[in-house]
């Protein structure tokens, strides 16, 4: 082939490459827009690796295959970076003040967010309920302090779906006013859990404790006292945002401390319980022998595997409890639907409040 035809065939390639490359964007503008819609963050490794391998299996050559992957993962970079364009400017409620862990998930499950606060998890709750905000990120679990008893009444009692589950890994540092020094502190201030997630730390220092909303307005609290008698259990990156130093490192008693944030929007997102997906369901029985037993053995009988299990007391009926379940699988198939419809019939109520993808022991995707 002459190489003017060659150009040309290239030329001609280019034309319609550019035609596909619009409505490929255009495309990419609707995922943005679902993202955005039922709380989803832009950055997803499996598909990204997914489609790279079923796309790069349509090249026979395998030396032009080796290029088309690189290919492939430009026009991956692009669509993402024209994703994080779109929602750039996404508000995301959360409860604390800057710096809060509840403030570095938020930031770290969505980048390119505006994090809006609220001085509780109802208030950054019903910010989304209300539209204020597009989600709220709020903490469900903590590896060493458990349940976020709070968050779980708010899915039981509010209308909005999680859409996904995400584990930050926490390390709780002693802060201090400048100059201080570990002796000369005599309190410490802090979120209670925190304070649990350190406990034999401030008690084999003999130091008395304070509470706080949440770590870091305990921060702050200690920053505008001045006083070096008085200390916070907070991140690092709180101390910086503060001016505070860190007297100490990695004071929680367990190194394995983590707390799970769930993601909650408006829109339900059915999709996110396929391939390895897992589920939230909250239920209660009817006040008769064997009502929980029943419930339990129908979501087995369905073959959906239970992870969790909870119970939590109704605000508005003493001594009466719903149940809080984690399960394996997708609540949108077949079996999830009649498994749904087949509580519902032995329930007084039953409900999924969310499906998301599953990596991990437990289930949240690590960021």
Not at 7 to 20: Q, V
Not at 205 to 231: I, M, P, Q, W
Not at 306 to 331: C, I, N, Q, T
Request: proline share 3%; with cysteine; glycine share 8%.
């Amino acid at each position: 082939m002459e190489l003017n035809e060659a150009r040309e065939l290239i030329k001609k390639t280019d034309e319609e490459m550019a035609k596909l490359f619009v409505a490929r964007m255009e495309a990419v503008r609707k995922v943005a827009e679902y993202k955005r819609t039922h709380g989803l963050p832009i950055e997803d490794k499996e598909q990204e690796a997914r489609v790279i391998e079923g796309r790069s299996a349509l090249v026979d050559d395998p030396e032009l295959r080796s290029f088309y992957v690189r290919f492939l993962r430009g026009a991956i970079e692009v669509s993402k970076s024209y994703q994080h364009r779109l929602t750039e400017g996404m508000r995301v409620a959360y409860s604390g003040v800057e710096g809060a862990f509840a403030h570095v998930a938020a930031h770290r499950i969505f980048p390119d967010g505006t994090a809006i606060a609220y001085p509780s998890f109802e208030a950054a709750y019903a910010a989304v309920e209300a539209g204020e905000c597009d989600v709220a990120v709020l903490p469900i679990e903590n590896s060493f302090a458990g349940e976020v008893g709070r968050v779980l009444d708010l899915m039981f009692s509010g209308a909005l779906y999680v859409n996904g589950v995400y584990d930050l890994s926490i390390t709780q540092n002693l802060l201090g006013v400048p100059g201080a020094k570990p002796s000369d502190v005599k309190t410490v201030v802090s979120h209670p859990q925190a304070l649990a997630q350190c406990g034999a730390y401030l008690r084999a220092h003999g130091y008395k404790t304070e509470t706080a909303e949440n770590t870091a307005l305990a921060a702050k609290e200690v920053a505008e006292r001045g006083d070096v008698t008085v200390a916070a259990v907070a991140s690092g990156e709180t101390a910086e945002l503060y001016g505070l130093s860190i007297l100490d490192h990695d004071v929680n008693e367990s190194k394995n401390n983590t707390t799970r944030f769930a993601v909650f929007s408006r829109a339900e997102n059915p999709s996110s319980g396929h391939d390895g997906g897992a589920f939230l369901l909250l239920f209660t029985v009817k006040d008769e022998v064997g009502g929980l037993a029943t419930a339990i053995n129908l979501i087995s009988a369905y073959n959906f595997n239970l992870r969790v299990l909870r119970s939590r007391p109704m605000k508005d009926l003493p001594w009466h409890y719903y149940f809080y379940a984690e399960a394996e699988g997708d609540a949108a198939s077949d079996d999830g639907r009649r498994m749904l419809a087949a509580l519902r019939g032995v329930c007084p109520m039953a409900k999924i409040v969310g499906q998301y993808k599953a990596t991990g022991e437990r289930g949240g995707q690590t960021i």
